[in-house]
């Protein structure tokens, strides 16, 4: 019996056609989101000049917001990956577009629904709403950090859009706030805002990534919830899967490490993660880790989303003690592209929040990451002495 | 199907387990209770299309590789209005689902997962005992993100919370305040929420929890949690003049 890999190889799948968006199985959510707001139920917040237009998976286009981006921060990257966060900020001021990080957002809460069901629809899409109606009040677009909360919205649009009485009791919660019921026009993940800049990302490439080999993993509530939204593109994968991160790593000449659990999730489970982890640690190393080692042997894996990065990280320490075959760090989008674009490795990116000895990719970066983490020690230092209260965006690219 | 008659506890009917019925103490009468509270949902319609059996939920499906769970007996246990399975199935399996949303790959366009969704959502809002079970020990953050608007804050990464995380969760724990400050984005200068989230922003959250029901789901779920979280939510609203 054969020891090779049984996934379909990528020149067979690059033979599938390019779809046409007038056989789409899906309606298009949009089109009923401007009728009703002709209706005046609720308003409609535009896509702002400039953005760029990209396929999704069914053919129709999608408008990605350059600039003017509010951004809904993730409970879980700002919380235990910050690097993530920063990463994305830091790409922003690089290529000088005006961003709102808000004090004005909660979480989704969607994780807490996902994990405990102590919601309810109601309770969510307002959580939606409100924080959609504070991003209208500053005039910015929303940018979703999370891949939970984007695939979240994407439910909590439709539903308000085919549910006329949830579309009433959001309504009359939100006019308790004083808010307008707002949906923007499109939901729209950072990773989409990476991916139509992954030219511009690599015209300012400082440092060769060439050797590099990483494995993708696309984040589950990305592109299974509310599939229709996720790019897809005819010259990634053929446009047979999203071209999301795959299309960065490609950009920036590395090499992509094609592995057959793909499709498989990272094993986060939401409330797996936080009170059942032995299974979180099983699936990510057992189904995702491991297969990607005997398979594609990668010196990073890239995803694009909280849950993702966490599971894949984390669950390695507890299998490399077992002797397992793993050892492979993670990071997201968006810290590969600022460490290609020269990022510091700690002042931005923040690798000391993660857990997987990465010492071994940024030396392939040609990063001297003993002389960067000594350079951050000595900012440590100045927050420690009162010379500084806080690391500056200044500092960090100093 | 039926809703006048109960199965009996084991039948052929019951064909996708052959297992004996677990609960027979509970009347039929109120398992279909929760069955048709499961169906009123606005979102059962859009979750639930048939089945075709053909197990592609399954092969996607990451807890159905590590546990006795298959979303396509979930579905096809609504389908066929299965009323005892489908209490079974709210006690021993919907809190195995990762809620990845893989078995969305329905070739019927279901969404298992979004029936687990509702499942659960009912089975916490009645209090059922395994409800209760599976929330043990999650109390805390349903704590931290109905009080502060963020669910995962730095101070929770404790050596003792995440001892398979390796010893560098120790070192964060020890430098938290200091490695927060080292942050460049001003929002993230905290240790006890993911980001700064304004008190205005606070209320209107309080606000839409007392106003969705989330807090008679609370309640059901936990007394004791219910009353803590309504102390903190009430301070603050008072204060900013709201009448509770």
């Known amino acids: 019996m054969s020891t090779e890999p049984t996934f379909i190889p990528l020149d067979a799948i690059r033979r599938a056609p390019v779809p046409d968006p007038a056989n789409a199985p899906t309606e298009d959510i949009r089109e009923l989101l401007f009728d009703l707001e002709d209706a005046g139920e609720l308003i409609v917040q535009r896509v702002p000049e400039p953005y760029v237009e990209v396929m999704t998976k069914y053919g129709r286009m999608k408008k990605i917001p350059l600039d003017k981006t509010w951004h809904h921060k993730s409970c879980g990257q700002c919380g235990h990956i910050p690097g993530y966060s920063t990463s994305i900020f830091w790409l922003n001021r690089q290529f000088g577009m005006s961003y709102d990080d808000p004090t004005d957002q909660t979480s989704c809460t969607a994780w807490n629904y996902y994990a405990s069901a102590t919601s309810n629809a109601v309770a969510q899409a307002a959580v939606a709403s409100r924080n959609f109606a504070a991003a209208y009040a500053t005039g910015f677009y929303p940018m979703i950090h999370c891949g939970t909360s984007y695939g979240h919205y994407k439910e909590t649009r439709a539903e308000l859009v085919h549910h006329p009485e949830l579309r009433r009791k959001v309504r009359d919660i939100m006019a308790k706030l004083n808010k307008p019921l707002i949906v923007p026009e499109e939901i729209v993940h950072y990773s989409e805002w990476i991916h139509v800049m992954r030219d511009k990302i690599a015209e300012r490439q400082v440092r060769d990534f060439s050797s590099i080999t990483a494995s993708i993993h696309p984040a589950c509530h990305y592109y299974k919830l509310v599939t229709e939204d996720a790019i897809y593109d005819p010259d990634i994968y053929g446009g047979q899967r999203t071209a999301t991160v795959t299309g960065l790593v490609e950009a920036v000449g590395s090499t992509v490490g094609d592995y057959s659990t793909f499709f498989d999730c990272c094993g986060f489970g939401f409330r797996h993660i936080l009170v059942q982890r032995d299974f979180s640690r099983s699936f990510a190393t057992q189904r995702k880790i491991e297969i990607m080692k005997e398979e594609a042997n990668p010196d990073v894996v890239i995803t694009h989303d909280t849950g993702c990065v966490t599971t894949l990280d984390k669950s390695q320490f507890a299998a490399k003690a077992h002797q397992r075959n793993v050892g492979v760090p993670v990071l997201s989008d968006a810290q590969f592209a600022a460490l290609a674009m020269g990022a510091h490795p700690y002042r931005v990116v923040q690798l000391h929040w993660h857990a997987t000895d990465y010492t071994a990719l940024l030396e392939k970066m040609g990063i001297d990451w003993e002389q960067s983490w000594a350079e951050f020690e000595s900012d440590l230092k100045r927050i420690e002495s009162g010379e500084i209260e806080y690391l500056s965006w200044e500092d960090a690219d100093a | ?244």
């Open chain 2, 1 to 244: 199907m039926s809703t006048m008659a109960p199965p009996m506890p084991f039948t052929a009917d019951r064909g996708a387990t052959l297992a004996p019925n677990s609960y027979v103490d509970v009347p039929y009468e109120e398992k279909l209770r929760l069955w048709e509270e499961v169906k009123s949902d606005d979102r059962f319609p859009d979750y639930l299309y048939g089945c075709y059996d053909c197990g592609i939920c399954v092969a996607a499906c990451p807890s159905a590789k590590y546990y006795d769970f298959s979303p396509r007996k979930i579905a096809q246990a609504a389908a066929r209005e299965d009323v005892e399975l489908i209490y079974e199935q709210m006690n021993d399996d919907v809190w195995n689902c990762s809620q990845c949303f893989s078995c969305n790959r329905c070739p019927r366009q279901n969404s298992p997962g979004g029936l687990i969704t509702l499942l659960r959502e009912v089975s916490v809002k009645n209090g059922l005992a395994s409800a209760k079970d599976a929330l043990e020990g999650y109390g805390r953050v349903v704590y931290k993100i109905m009080t502060t608007g963020t669910q995962i804050s730095p101070d929770m990464l404790q050596p003792d919370a995440f001892p398979d995380w390796g010893p560098d969760v120790e070192k964060t724990s020890d430098n938290l305040d200091l490695w927060r400050r080292a942050l460049p984005p001003e929002t993230l200068h905290t240790t006890e929420t993911s980001w700064v989230v304004s008190d205005e922003t606070l209320i209107e959250l309080y606000l839409i929890w007392l106003h969705s029901d989330v807090m008679d789901i609370i309640k059901e779920a936990d007394e004791g949690l219910h009353m803590i979280i309504l102390d903190v939510m009430e301070e603050t609203l008072e204060d900013a003049g709201y009448e509770v």
